[in-house]
C-alpha cells in the first residue's frame, strides 16, 4: 500500500501559469481532501470530495479548481497562479460513513511544495 | 461554524519530563477531536481521536488526550518525553461525518525535547 501519492514535490511557476497537482490513493477512501499549509499556519482546507463525481467548497477555494472522476484520484488545478499562492499543499483521503462512531482519521500525503514567483 | 485554538506557539521540555500540547475548540453539537504530529518535511500522521466513551484517550507512541466537555479543552499529553518527540503537534475538530467530516485545524504548537 502506498497510501496517499502527490505529485509533483516541489514546483516552481511564474504568475499567471496553471497547473495541477496530483493525487491518488489507493486505500479505498470515499472522502479525499486539499489543505493549504501556510508558514506558521495552520492547514485549510480548500475542496473536499465525499465520493467520485461529488465535490464541495472548502474554506479557502478561490483560484482552484478539483474533479473527482474516480474514487483512486483528486486532482488539484490552479488556474493563472498568483503570489499568494505560494504554500505546501496536501492531499488527504479517509474512510468516512455516516454512522456516528464511524468518522475515520484522514491519511495525507507527504505534501507538494509551490511557488509563484 | 468551529474552530480550535493552541495557546502555544512552542513548547520546551526536557527528556523525561511530561510533556502536555494545550488545545480548546469550539463546535456545534457533538465534537469530533483529533491530534496529529509533523515531523520535518513530511506530511502529517494521526495519533489520537475522541469521539465518545472515556474522557481519556490513548493513541500512537505513548501519547494521551484527555477530553474535557466543561471547559472545551482537548489537551494532549505523555508522561515522559522523548528527544524524537520533537515535531509540530496539530488539534483538529471535525463536525462529523455528517457534514462532511471536515477537520479544522489549530495553528500548531512546535515541541522541542532536550537531551
Known amino acids: 500500500n502506498a497510501g496517499v501519492t502527490q505529485t509533483p514535490k516541489f514546483r516552481i511557476l511564474k504568475i499567471g501559469q496553471s497547473m495541477t497537482l496530483q493525487c491518488t490513493q489507493d486505500m479505498n477512501h470515499n472522502y479525499m481532501y486539499w489543505y493549504r499549509q501556510d508558514p506558521g499556519m495552520g492547514l485549510k482546507l480548500i475542496y473536499y470530495?465525499?465520493?467520485?463525481?461529488?465535490?464541495d467548497k472548502g474554506e479557502v477555494p478561490n483560484g482552484y479548481n478539483v474533479s473527482r472522476s474516480t474514487t483512486e484520484d483528486f486532482p488539484l488545478r490552479l488556474e493563472l497562479a498568483a503570489p499568494s499562492q505560494t504554500s505546501v499543499y496536501f492531499c488527504?483521503?479517509?474512510?468516512?460513513?455516516?454512522?456516528?462512531?464511524?468518522?475515520?482519521?484522514?491519511?495525507f500525503g507527504e505534501g507538494s511544495r509551490l511557488t509563484v514567483l | 461554524a468551529q474552530s480550535v485554538a493552541q495557546p502555544e506557539d512552542q513548547v520546551n521540555v526536557a527528556e523525561g519530563n511530561p510533556l502536555t500540547v494545550k488545545c480548546t475548540y469550539s463546535v456545534s453539537g457533538n465534537p469530533y477531536l483529533f491530534w496529529y504530529v509533523q515531523y520535518p518535511n513530511r506530511g502529517l500522521q494521526f495519533l489520537l481521536k475522541y469521539i465518545t466513551g472515556d474522557n481519556l484517550v490513548k493513541g500512537s507512541y505513548g501519547f494521551e488526550a484527555e477530553f474535557n466537555k466543561s471547559q472545551t479543552s482537548f489537551h494532549l499529553k505523555k508522561p515522559s518525553a522523548l528527544v524524537s518527540d520533537s515535531a509540530l503537534y496539530f488539534c483538529?475538530?471535525?463536525?462529523?461525518?455528517?457534514?462532511?467530516?471536515?477537520?479544522?485545524f489549530g495553528g500548531g504548537t512546535r515541541v522541542l525535547v532536550k537531551p
Open positions: 488527504a483521503s479517509s474512510f468516512t460513513t455516516t454512522g456516528y462512531l464511524n468518522t475515520g482519521e484522514l491519511f
Open positions: 470530495s465525499v465520493g467520485a463525481g461529488i465535490t
Open positions: 483538529a475538530v471535525s463536525p462529523g461525518p455528517a457534514a462532511g467530516n471536515k477537520l479544522t
